[in-house]
Nanobody, 121 residues
Framework: QVQIVESGGGWVQPGGSLNLTCVAS????????MGWYRQAPGKQRETVAT???????HYSDSVKGRFTISRDVDKNTIYLQMDSLKVEDTAVYSC???????????????WGQGTQVIVSS
């Protein structure tokens, strides 16, 4: 079994910062990519930032320059440093991992439960 667990959400005032952590654990042979996604009430889920195991990084235009994704390959962990937060960043932030549990199988998608981020004065 594979578990994806996010932490670090909470409430912050506009302009503030939060740091999210996502840990993939369990029977993991290797992972190809991990990333952060968010869904605000009444809106579709959108990509926030993703990274491959090798370090190729993608940011959505809405967070570029404010958010920083990083990874610890050996710990199957990614982080999201969120600075200059805006009210419109309020959402449930979920972590996704594309990984395989055995050497010869294809990568599969695993999702965490999500962590709430509220940006409000």
């Amino acid at each position: 079994q594979v578990q994806i667990v996010e932490s670090g959400g909470g409430w912050v005032q506009p302009g503030g910062s939060l740091n999210l952590t996502c840990v993939a654990s369990g029977t993991i042979f290797s992972w190809y990519a991990m990333g952060w996604y968010r869904q605000a009430p009444g809106k579709q889920r959108e990509t926030v930032a993703t990274t491959t195991r090798g370090g190729y990084i993608h940011y959505s235009d809405s967070v570029k320059g404010r958010f920083t994704i990083s990874r610890d390959v050996d710990k199957n962990t990614i982080y999201l440093q969120m600075d200059s937060l805006k009210v419109e960043d309020t959402a449930v932030y979920s972590c996704n991992a594309q990984l395989r549990t055995k050497q010869w199988e294809a990568d599969d998608d695993y999702w965490g439960q999500g962590t709430q981020v509220i940006v409000s004065s």
